[in-house]
């Protein structure tokens, strides 16, 4: 999942690790946060910017410093608005930015990880707050973020 201050991932991995040492638990972040970079060289280093809200910091809080990862992914603008756009088209899940990350990173980490495992992530917002931008095809258009991909092959590389 995406981490803001950290009080769900530090909550939730916590307690996982607590309850079974060998689940894998991961971060995914969005460009412009500096937290994908601790994860994974142990020093904050952001590039870019993203159109995600609420989730991302170039620091470490209380809340994150409990949390327990394995690793971490960073993802796209691109790719928060082709996955919210898909699962609205074909799941019916209308969600916002932070919920669209969060599957983009389960869906990576399904690919890490391989056949026969269980992943679960956290829809943790929902889309009607973002009709008038992720949901808007001029602002899209503007943004250079209108969504073209027919299925999940925005995720490929």
Not at 54 to 61: A, K, L, P, V
Not at 122 to 128: N, Q, S
Not at 131 to 157: C, H, I, V, Y
Request: proline letters at 2%.
């Amino acid at each position: 999942m995406a981490a803001g201050t950290g009080g769900t991932i530090g909550g939730v991995t916590q307690y996982l690790k607590e309850q079974n040492p060998l689940i894998a638990t991961y971060l995914i972040d969005p460009q412009g946060s500096g937290l994908y970079s601790f994860v994974t060289t142990g020093q904050f280093k952001a590039e870019g910017n993203s159109i995600t809200e609420g989730i991302g910091i170039n620091r470490e809080t209380a809340n994150f410093h409990r949390s327990r990862l394995d690793g971490a992914f960073q993802g796209t603008d691109q790719e928060v608005i082709e996955m919210a756009h898909y699962l609205l088209k074909k799941e019916g899940l209308f969600v916002g930015s932070s919920a669209a990350l969060n599957v983009v990173g389960a869906m990576r980490l399904a690919e890490k990880l391989g056949k026969n495992k269980t992943i679960v992530t956290i829809l943790c917002d929902g889309g009607g707050r973002y009709q008038s931008r992720m949901f808007n095809d001029q602002w899209l258009a503007e943004k250079g973020l209108t969504p073209q991909a027919k299925g999940l092959e925005f995720l490929d590389g």
